[in-house]
């Protein structure tokens, strides 16, 4: 008997696990953004409260993963606003479709994504170094890419597979844009040679082939906002970050991310809340050390971690364009000089 | 069609709707957008081109033959150590059969980054030893071991455990050496519980996803995980499903012959289990020290190293276990693993009870393991976006994951239930349901549990689906240390290593709680 009376209790308890989300449902404003998308929850308790718009955050996974289950769902969208598109994916958006132009003049953006997308805030994809790496090799830190292709820096990178990480995919486009394809590619044929090595993602470069997190390398393909996540995140309290920055030309590629209406998405009005809400100083203050990126709005306070992280004073980039037409057929490319 | 079929079939319908709803219709859906969808435009020229394109070919090569040896070397390490286990009574026996569980349930980021801990560029081993293993094949194949060797001995064990004593005895008096007995009475009784778990290692090996991603590097990364960066990452959804149809072919293949192989070898029987013994020679002390040896060098190891540096982490990495965020996902992990186990038994159930006279419902309660998760995730979301980040759908997801493990351990136990026992209650005049509950479930009772633990440690575990269908609010033991690994500095790898010691003693904790103490043992001869 205490069996079947037990087997009914939990029967009971699952119904309700079941029926509690469906209870709770009063259309919110859905929002899709990508794996790195992380703000203070109070703020958004805050938003929601004064706003009267209920937030269904939905994560995607990666920022190319995310697309791509836009442009698969577009039929029937699972989103009314995307935040998270950049400058590298918003031209395959576009040609899908799956953006809805939106009408925003507010505030003094200091960098633009596309006509269809407000800017958020912007970072910058680079190479890090470990510091106390370089220190005991007494190895110099590389002036140019060129120098990572001498046999001094043999086996020295390890970057992320551009077919399956955004960060990869930025570096590979600021070493074309840099370079320029032919010469850029000549570079990759030969740093295959000299030892690079390609990974599935961040997380595996710089977790596990990281000299600085136990790995072997000292140089890895990062964001320009990592050296101060490593002193915000460090367990000593610390004064300098343990890596830096290296801005060499063809390095750095600049990030534009930013939020954008999901075509055939509804909730209008609150999604204009929303894109208010991602612009306001609150958030861009924020913003900086829960999504390690750089505020749009040109007069938002700096975070004092973030001189950690100082900006590079110089980038590479491609037209949105030439990056949808010929990405792809890059990534197949570089699949087939540094993989295969 | 006769009663008893149409009871099977009727036990049947919940199973294979959750299968065909949940899994099925979502592949087919994904495919069916690849091949005539908007996005049909890398349409493959024949279905053979997989073969003529070398990349392609050596990547469903190497996944076959790294399964292929992961299953060899499991058996020759496995069988050993599980006859120790099943014939050696000592102390830390029964605790050691429990920690076997243990890989099981560690989420496959972590167990890789165990891995690498020994084996990677600065590991352990690779110190002491002086070897780089790190870009080579045995990185995966030692991962693999590391997550499938407890599965063929935990099945090595169960099965020696019901060898019939008297005709090993009877054996050995008609003057059969011990190799003799054991090859003539015990092999051919243990043999179909080995060829289940093994299948299970192969379909593992070959389908797995997390492992071969990490610790396989681009070159030895399998095919699932190139199905999954097809989908993902590059949107070429034709070439994704031609891959995924060969897949589901060559593992669809292995699953139906295991199923043959299971149900012909079935025997019931009512078998009196050989007492164990306590060793007495040196010999025997050093059979032991083998076994659990090999055990620790595969099993304990990587999750040692885990343990070890987490340790180190220090009181304020472990101080952010009692914080709100860590308490909420803990919860989750909870709430939503016991909303899963529950699910999955009722399926698992079902199925066990249909595939008793079916060999095609048998193979079928493979599907879930034969198809990647990733892939299922894709199709539910293209198939149903107006449920996208729904918890039913997410917890239905875990459900159908993980009900296998419960139906085929069923389906294991209720081949071995001797008939007449049912009969003699039905003639009694007791009602099917009655026979079910009162003679068969408490026969089958330890089957269940076992398959109910494995499927809670899946759940507990589960990764892939969770990253697709939850929402922030959901956010589980996993996704945390998932989010743990999306940022920079030492303090966040910490944590997610305190995290995953966590998890690690929630996990071993829910498999004690339902699998309950062993039985009794009998005392030894």
């Known amino acids: 008997m205490l069996h079947r009376r037990r087997f009914t209790l939990a029967a009971t308890a699952l119904a309700a696990f079941i029926s509690l989300p469906a209870l709770a449902d009063d259309a919110p404003l859905r929002v899709l953004v990508h794996s790195s998308f992380s703000l203070p929850k109070p703020l958004l308790a805050q938003f929601e409260a004064e706003s009267g718009v209920k937030l269904s955050i939905i994560k995607a996974g990666d920022a190319g993963e995310m697309l791509n289950k836009l442009i698969l769902t577009r039929a029937q969208p699972i989103a009314d606003v995307v935040f998270g598109l950049d400058n590298a994916s918003v031209a395959k958006a576009q040609a899908n479709k799956v953006l809805e132009p939106v009408a925003y003049t507010q505030g003094s953006a200091t960098a633009q994504v596309d006509a269809n997308v407000v800017p958020v805030d912007y970072g910058f994809v680079n190479l890090n170094f470990d510091k106390a790496a370089f220190a005991k090799s007494g190895l110099a830190l590389p002036k140019t890419l060129e120098d990572l292709a001498q046999p001094a820096y043999r086996n020295l990178l390890v970057v992320p597979n551009p077919a399956t990480s955004s960060p990869g995919y930025a570096f590979l486009l600021a070493t074309i844009a840099g370079m320029g394809e032919?010469?850029?590619?000549?570079w990759w044929a030969r740093m295959r040679g000299n030892g690079v090595k390609a990974v599935k993602g961040w997380t595996e470069a710089y977790y596990t082939e990281f000299s600085r997190n136990g790995g072997t390398r000292p140089l890895v393909v990062s964001y320009a906002s990592s050296p101060a996540a490593e002193v915000f995140y460090s367990k000593e309290k610390i004064t300098e970050s343990p890596t830096g920055n290296l801005f060499l030309k063809g390095g750095v590629f600049r990030q534009v991310e930013g939020v954008a209406l999901v075509a055939g998405g509804g909730q209008r009005e609150a999604a204009g809340k929303f894109i208010r809400f991602m612009r306001s100083g609150v958030v861009q203050e924020a913003l900086q050390t829960t999504m390690w990126m750089y505020p749009i709005e040109a007069h938002t306070p700096l975070a004092d971690v973030m001189k950690h992280a100082v900006e590079p004073t110089a980038f590479d980039s491609l037209p949105a364009e030439t990056i949808a037409d010929k990405g792809t057929g890059w990534v197949a490319r570089w699949t087939q000089v540094v993989l295969k | 069609m006769?009663?008893?079929?149409?009871?099977?079939?009727?036990?049947?319908?919940?199973?294979?709707?959750?299968?065909g709803v949940l899994l099925v219709a979502p592949v087919l859906r994904l495919a069916g957008e690849g091949w005539w969808g908007d996005l049909a435009t890398q349409t493959p020229s024949s279905p053979w081109a997989l073969w003529t394109d070398p990349y392609l070919r050596w990547r469903v090569l190497w996944s076959v033959l790294q399964a292929a040896a992961t299953c060899i070397a499991a058996l020759l390490l496995g069988l050993p150590v599980a006859w120790v286990l099943a014939r050696w009574e000592f102390a830390g026996r029964s605790l050691v059969l429990r920690l076997l569980m243990l890989p099981f349930v560690v989420p496959t980021l972590v167990a890789a980054l165990g891995v690498l801990a020994l084996w990677g560029p600065r590991g352990v081993f690779s110190g002491w030893l002086d070897v780089h293993l790190q870009d080579t094949p045995w990185l995966l194949l030692y991962g693999n071991l590391f997550f499938?060797?407890?599965?063929v001995v935990r099945a090595g064990v169960d099965a020696l455990e019901h060898v019939s004593a008297p005709r090993v005895a009877a054996a050995r008096t008609l003057g059969a050496t011990p190799w003799r007995a054991f090859w003539?009475?015990?092999?051919?009784?243990?043999?179909?519980?080995?060829?289940?778990?093994?299948?299970?290692?192969?379909?593992?090996?070959?389908?797995?996803?997390?492992?071969a991603l990490v610790l396989g590097g681009q070159r030895y990364a399998t095919v699932e995980v190139e199905i999954y960066t097809l989908v993902a990452h590059e949107l070429q959804l034709a070439p994704a499903s031609l891959l995924a149809l060969w897949m589901l072919l060559l593992t669809g293949t292995v699953a139906w012959g295991y199923a043959l192989i299971e149900k012909r070898l079935a025997t019931p029987t009512r078998v009196q289990p050989i007492a164990r013994q306590h060793p007495s020679r040196p010999a025997h002390w050093l059979g032991v020290a083998a076994a659990l040896g090999v055990l620790a060098f595969f099993c304990a190891a990587p999750l040692v190293a885990i343990v070890w540096r987490a340790a180190h982490a220090g009181w304020d990495t472990w101080a952010?276990?009692?914080?709100?965020?860590?308490?909420?996902?803990?919860?989750?992990?909870?709430r939503f693993s016991a909303t899963a186990l529950l699910l999955a038994t009722v399926l698992g159930v079902l199925h066990a009870l249909a595939a008793q006279s079916s060999v095609a419902m048998r193979a079928a309660a493979f599907l879930p393991f034969v198809v990647s998760p990733i892939t299922v995730a894709f199709g539910l979301l293209l198939l149903y976006p107006q449920w996208t980040a729904s918890l039913p759908l997410l917890l239905c997801a875990y459900a159908v994951l993980a009900?296998?493990?419960?139906?085929k351990s069923l389906a294991s136990a209720?081949?071995?239930?001797?008939?007449?026992?049912?009969?003699?209650?039905?003639?009694?005049?007791?009602?099917?349901?009655?026979?079910?509950w009162r003679v068969t479930l408490p026969m089958v009772a330890p089957a269940l549990r076992r398959g109910m633990a494995f499927a809670a440690a899946t759940a507990l575990g589960e990764f892939a689906v969770t990253l697709f269908l939850s929402r922030p609010e959901w956010a589980t033991l996993t996704t945390l240390i998932y989010q743990r690994l999306g940022r920079p500095g030492a303090a966040n790898g910490d944590a997610a290593l305190v995290l995953a010691c966590v998890l690690m003693a929630l996990a071993l904790a829910a498999f004690a709680l339902i699998e309950g103490p062993r039985r009794t043992e009998s005392p030894h001869a």
Do not use: M
Not at chain 2, 148 to 151: A, E
Not at chain 2, 193 to 206: E, I, M, N, R, T
């Open chain 2, 148 to 151: 499938n060797l407890c599965v």
């Open chain 2, 184 to 211: 003539r009475v015990e092999w051919p009784a243990i043999l179909p519980w080995l060829a289940s778990s093994l299948c299970l290692v192969f379909l593992y090996c070959f389908a797995g996803f997390g492992l």
């Open chain 2, 2 to 19: 006769p009663p008893r079929r149409w009871r099977s079939a009727a036990l049947a319908l919940l199973p294979l709707l959750a299968l």
């Open chain 2, 320 to 334: 952010l276990v009692a914080d709100v965020e860590t308490l909420a996902a803990l919860w989750n992990t909870l």
């Open chain 2, 414 to 436: 209720l081949d071995n239930v001797p008939e007449h026992l049912p009969q003699a209650a039905r003639s009694l005049g007791a009602s099917p349901w009655r026979v079910f």
């Open chain 2, 403 to 407: 009900y296998p493990f419960v139906a």
């Open chain 1, 182 to 186: 032919e010469k850029a590619f000549d």
